[in-house]
């Protein structure tokens, strides 16, 4: 059977359906010049010195939808196809940033701790809070995520305005300038992708122009967030409230931003339901076999599309 270089893990019933295909190896043990395929996620990717040693490698499988960790360029030039798992994740990222976005309106760690302190009963009730009704929200990056953040909120009936590289063509306000697209907003929600060309385009211009009452939302990567200046900001009250799935350095987390009664911080579960894990996985698993049985992929990254 073919050798599969395993990276980071996997669940029980993805092994089983590998297993049936291929020789599975770990990263602490495997013979460079034998593996043709490797199964990873977008946190660990495949480094560029490991995926130079990989001589005979044919087809990389990426479980999420992010792939910065992973050089697809250089991935492409080899001939190597590269996988990704996108739209089965599409509704839990969007669920989980509307999730952040109501949580900050609505104060909701604030007046859970108020409840659970005894500060009710002794105190009194909570101040008020924001309503999410009627909002100007700018989508960074319209993509599929993107697209599919909108249609939840809808119920909130938002004006939506966006900024990508190119306009595209929806109904929405397009603005090729992201400073002014944040002073025009209330709340801005980055759903683009990682990477050298995204990195800290949310920087102090976007995030003082987003200002004391805006909110930012970040289930992208944590990369595409200027983390210092938001910390500065939300520190000093010239942005309002963060609610972050993801972070610059994760796990790490800055003291600083964890200290924070402005923030809601989720540990990087934008797509982490049962229901939406087990159908990236069988996605992730279904490339491989693919790949196997004719040379083809059903989900390939942008940069491998013509492989």
């Known amino acids: 059977m073919p050798d599969l270089l395993q990276i980071g893990g996997i669940t029980d019933e993805m092994r089983e359906r590998l297993e049936e295909a291929f020789t599975i190896h770990q990263i602490d043990d495997f013979d460079a010049e034998a593996i043709t395929h490797v199964i990873t996620n977008g946190h660990d990717g495949v480094s560029p010195d490991l995926m130079a040693k990989l001589t005979n490698l044919k087809a990389i499988s990426g479980y999420g939808v992010g792939y910065d960790a992973v050089d ?121 992708p990682g990477g050298q060309a995204t990195e800290k385009l949310i920087n102090a211009d976007v995030i003082a122009a987003l200002g004391p009452q805006g909110t930012l939302i970040n289930v992208s990567r944590g990369s595409v967030v200027d983390e210092a200046a938001m910390i500065s900001a939300l520190q000093n009250g010239t942005l309002g ?33 049962h229901e939406t894990r087990a159908a990236m996985g069988a996605l992730t698993v279904d490339n491989l076999l693919q790949h196997l049985k004719d040379g083809t992929v059903l989900t390939p990254v942008p940069e491998c599309a013509h492989l």
């Open 241 to 273: 409230w963060a609610g972050l799935d993801v972070f610059a350095q994760e796990p790490k987390v800055p003291q600083a931003l964890r200290d924070l009664p402005n923030t809601v911080l989720l540990p990087h579960v934008g797509s982490a339901t």
């Open 72 to 192: 697809a360029e250089e991935a492409a030039r080899r001939g190597i196809l590269v996988t990704h798992t996108p739209n089965v994740l599409n509704e839990e990222v969007a669920t989980t940033a509307v999730l952040l976005m109501l949580a900050c309106y609505r104060e909701l760690l604030r007046d859970d701790a108020h409840v659970r302190s005894g500060n009710w009963e002794a105190r009194g009730g909570a101040p008020l809070t924001r309503s999410a009704d009627n909002q100007t929200i700018g989508i960074v990056g319209l993509g599929r995520i993107g697209q599919a953040i909108a249609d939840k909120l809808a119920p909130w009936t938002p004006t939506i305005v966006y900024h990508t590289r190119t306009q595209k063509d929806v109904a929405y306000r397009y603005y090729d300038n992201l400073v002014e697209m944040a002073q025009a907003c209330d709340t801005l929600i980055c759903i683009t």
